[in-house]
């Protein structure tokens, strides 16, 4: 296989070479054991073609994949290009292998270049993490090995757990597990959470988990299980009875959803609670390990329920309102799942082969930590009082939309000989231009931009 054209200076050092650059795809496909044999296929190119080339808002067929390879290889070499059966045949385990290389990759780039910091209550933190999980549906004929969890008919699902970093506002960790791996198995604390606020979902609610991040000097704010019944040993602030006061008082302690329904409903209770994280073994000896947490409930008035959230944060230095705003970027990954589904069509292949599956996911995983390091160094480029315009979910879809844009440049950039520095400064322009022209007022859901 030869190489592609050579490039003139001036085309160096985009933002393109540095995070796709054509030699280092193409040593990695090598050491995966993507590529044994330089033939008539191009892992460079077909990469190129799976982060950007799958059509958006749509239902993209392999054929449409197969016809874009083939109008972006222009290499001379071959009078014929490769067969749709031999391309078909390297959507194998190896291309999920080089994918899933390529995707550790970018986000680990993306983590070490990133120029962020937290403001605000989150700035006393080294960094906050928050883990969600989303579910993508596949072919009824993966059913048996990829079996539903929730659905009484033979579906099929595979589940992304992902850790998103606020300070990064990229994907720390991805990984892809069948849709009946219960999410708090994904769980792993350990000394790299110190100064580290980690906020879950109840789907990763454990008590055992909160307090492994507790001993590791980490942090943590979860929304309370309705079915949990700790004891209220203390009431940091929010008025109650006398009665119910002598009772705390005297070690008499109710369990929280007793307490909730003594007090009135409005305002805010800040509370200190008893939760067992470990029950008796009575054939061992063990002792229970009874361990106490911050407890904060807001009365939502609309609703008429309470929101309780239970922390280890220490109630002279966040008081409830703040507990309140840092649980709200939990929101930040809700977002990430819905872009990724919403702009870059993920789970629109309802693909009956499990490798054509994982490859699918992976190549629009890469493509959104790609579009959030662009979104990070376009940040960079704008004055500090203009970035709240570009919020990340019109970002994602203009993004999604100029996808094409990049093949051409990309394209450009191996076989053509016009300028192609001028073609990026004027992508650059565009995308800032419409992410600019299509603000809104920010939503709930924008406020969280970290630069």
Avoid at 73 to 86: A, E, G, V, Y
Avoid at 320 to 345: A, N, V
Wanted: glycine share 4%.
């Amino acid at each position: 296989m030869e190489n592609p054209p050579s490039k003139n200076p001036e085309h160096l050092g985009t933002w393109q070479d540095k995070l796709l650059p054509y030699d280092f795809l193409l040593e990695k496909s090598r050491e995966t054991g993507f590529v044994k044999r330089f033939r008539k296929l191009n892992p460079v190119y077909l990469s190129y073609i799976l982060i950007f080339g799958v059509s958006s808002h749509g239902r993209p067929t392999f054929e449409e994949i197969y016809r874009k390879y083939i109008d972006f290889d222009s290499n001379p070499k071959f009078l014929k290009s490769i067969t749709i059966q031999s391309f078909k045949k390297r959507f194998n385990q190896d291309m999920v292998n080089f994918l899933s290389f390529l995707l550790e990759h970018f986000i680990n780039e993306m983590i070490l270049e990133c120029p962020a910091q937290l403001k605000n209550q989150a700035k006393r933190f080294k960094d906050i993490l928050i883990q969600d999980s989303s579910i993508i549906r596949l072919s009824q004929k993966l059913s048996g090995d990829y079996p539903a969890a929730r659905s009484r008919d033979n579906a099929a699902g595979l589940k992304i757990h992902a850790v998103l970093s606020a300070r990064a506002h990229s994907v720390k960790t991805i990984e892809i597990t069948g849709e009946r791996v219960h999410d708090s198995k994904m769980l792993r604390i350990g000394r790299e959470v110190k100064d580290v606020l980690i906020i879950n979902d109840l789907g990763y609610y454990s008590l055992k988990t909160f307090s492994r991040i507790n001993h590791y000097r980490g942090f943590f704010v979860s929304r309370v299980k309705t079915n949990a019944k700790p004891e209220v040993v203390s009431v940091v602030s929010g008025q109650i009875s006398k009665k119910l006061k002598k009772s705390i008082d005297d070690k008499n302690y109710p369990n929280l959803s007793s307490f909730l329904e003594h007090v009135p409903k409005k305002g805010i209770y800040d509370l200190v609670c008893s939760f067992e994280i470990e029950k008796a073994q009575n054939r061992t000896n063990k002792i229970p390990i009874i361990e106490d947490y911050r407890v904060v409930c807001f009365w939502n008035e609309k609703r008429s329920t309470w929101h309780v959230y239970m922390t280890n944060l220490p109630a002279d230095k966040f008081n409830p309102d703040e507990i309140y705003e840092l649980y709200k970027y939990r929101w930040i990954i809700e977002l990430l799942f819905k872009e990724l589904k919403s702009d870059y069509g993920l789970g629109n292949l309802l693909l009956g082969n499990s490798p054509l599956a994982y490859i699918h996911i992976y190549s629009m995983l890469i493509r959104l930590i790609i579009s959030r390091n662009l979104y990070s160094w376009i940040l960079t480029k704008i004055e500090p009082d203009e970035r709240e315009k570009y919020g990340p979910m019109l970002w994602s879809k203009v993004f999604a939309e100029k996808s094409n844009e990049f093949l051409s440049i990309l394209h450009q950039n191996l076989f053509g000989n016009k300028d192609v520095l001028e073609r990026w400064n004027w992508l650059e322009k565009s995308l800032r231009h419409l992410a600019k022209s299509r603000h809104e007022k920010p939503r709930f859901s924008q406020r969280f931009t970290v630069f």
